[in-house]
């Protein structure tokens, strides 16, 4: 399953990284550990290791190794943390970010991909990450409050719910705009009723929808 060649390669596509200007050297490590190969059907291991988003089943996309060592620099994991991903897709940003935190949720509203993700889990070993079929807009309010909450598909509004479950001093990265460039946002909730927000580039992203799929 793992290859001396998985290894190489998974090596170049750090440096890869390094050069794009990732820096923070625990979300590197950890992506020098996660057999990415293992997150796209046989036929296209070969793409694994390039530095692009790949088509994944239910139309969807395992996203480019860049955004999720960006977006996991910005959640900037703690050992302590409890994080909620929306949008697990292939599984792969779950294993990266539950290598560095101490819990982690993570819902999708496809029911394909969360069978699919949810055996592929289990057969890689990744115990920390616990995957939740529904609608990611609603959050996870059996579970919260949240140190962090990461979306990994492009919305149009930032959501209020998600905000209302984090913890006080807790932040949410969301890529969010009204066309296909999506803004990558931090939004920190500073009290109650207080946010702060802060804008990190611009990405593209499949689309956060509301409702699930069955
Ligand atoms: N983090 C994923 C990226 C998947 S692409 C990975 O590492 O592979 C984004 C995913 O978000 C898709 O699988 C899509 O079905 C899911 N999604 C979109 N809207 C959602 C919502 N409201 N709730 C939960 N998942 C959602």
Redesign the pocket.
């Known amino acids: 399953m793992e290859s001396y060649r998985h290894k190489g390669l998974r090596k170049a596509l750090v440096k890869i990284l390094k050069e794009k200007g990732i820096k923070n050297k625990k979300v590197l490590d950890a992506i020098n550990t996660v057999p990415r190969h293992l997150?796209l059907d046989k036929a296209f291991e070969e793409w694994a290791y390039k530095d692009q988003a790949f088509p994944?089943r239910?139309n969807?996309?395992?996203?480019q190794p860049y955004t999720?060592a960006f977006q996991t620099e910005l959640i900037d994991p703690q050992p302590e943390d409890k994080i909620l991903?929306?949008?697990?897709?292939?599984?792969?940003?779950?294993c990266?970010l539950s290598l560095l935190c101490k819990k982690i949720y993570?819902?999708?509203?496809?029911i394909e991909?969360f069978k699919q993700t949810n055996e592929r889990l289990k057969k890689i070993g990744f115990g920390k990450i616990r995957t939740l079929h529904?609608?990611?807009?609603k959050g996870a309010p059996r579970f919260a409050p949240f140190d962090k909450i990461l979306v990994?598909?492009g919305a149009t509004d930032i959501p209020e719910t998600l905000v209302e479950q984090l913890k006080i001093g807790g932040f949410l990265v969301i890529p969010v705009g009204k066309g296909d460039d999506k803004k990558m946002l931090k939004i920190t909730r500073i009290d109650e009723d207080t946010i702060k927000k802060e804008s990190f580039g611009i990405f593209r992203?499949?689309?956060?929808?509301?409702?699930?799929?069955k």
Do not use: H, N
């Open positions: 997150f994944i239910a969807q996309t395992i996203s999720v991903e929306i949008g697990t897709g292939s599984g792969y940003q779950a990266v993570s819902i999708e509203r496809q991909l529904g609608d990611g807009y990994t598909a992203f499949v689309p956060f929808k509301k409702g699930i799929v």
